[in-house]
């Protein structure tokens, strides 16, 4: 449960950065992940909205 969490978290993080418009290679160092992996959750997050930071 406690990597769900951290998890939710940190797409919680990429999307709010997104939002606020910092540049993908920030983020990815701001979370610690691959620049792919920022666009990743930031397309689903465009796909699907706040469901898709639900890890169920």
């Known amino acids: 449960m406690a990597s769900t969490t951290r998890s939710g978290v940190r797409w919680a993080l990429i999307i ?6 910092t540049p993908v290679p920030a983020i990815a160092h701001l979370v610690a992940a691959d ?4 666009r990743d959750v930031i397309h689903a997050f465009n796909d699907k909205g706040l469901d898709a930071l639900d890890p169920t």
């Open 16 to 21: 709010m950065a997104s939002a606020s418009g």
């Open 35 to 38: 620049e792919d992996t920022v």
